[in-house]
């Protein structure tokens, strides 16, 4: 099973890499994958992975998708 928590984990790595700053808010995350935040506060609570937001925000910055949701190498695509 998919852990949402350890999805939001990767995608924080990849902001903390782009963004260079080390604490990454919730707001942060809602805005990376266009979401409003009160919205990502009731998914984060009830653990409901974003698939669709995930997606875009994959494409947007060439990741693997299954990277961010099942940690599989590669995690840049070509």
Known sequence: ??????VI???????SKQTKKEK????????ALQLDPQYYAVIKKRQKIP?????????????NM???LLAQKPQ???
């Open 24 to 31: 990454i808010l919730d707001k942060d995350i809602a805005f």
């Open 9 to 15: 984990q990767r995608i924080k790595t990849v902001l």
């Open 51 to 63: 698939y669709a937001s995930i997606a875009y925000f994959s494409q947007s910055h060439k990741l």
């Open 66 to 68: 299954n990277w961010i």
């Open 76 to 78: 840049y695509l070509t």
């Open 1 to 6: 099973m998919i852990d949402f928590f350890e």
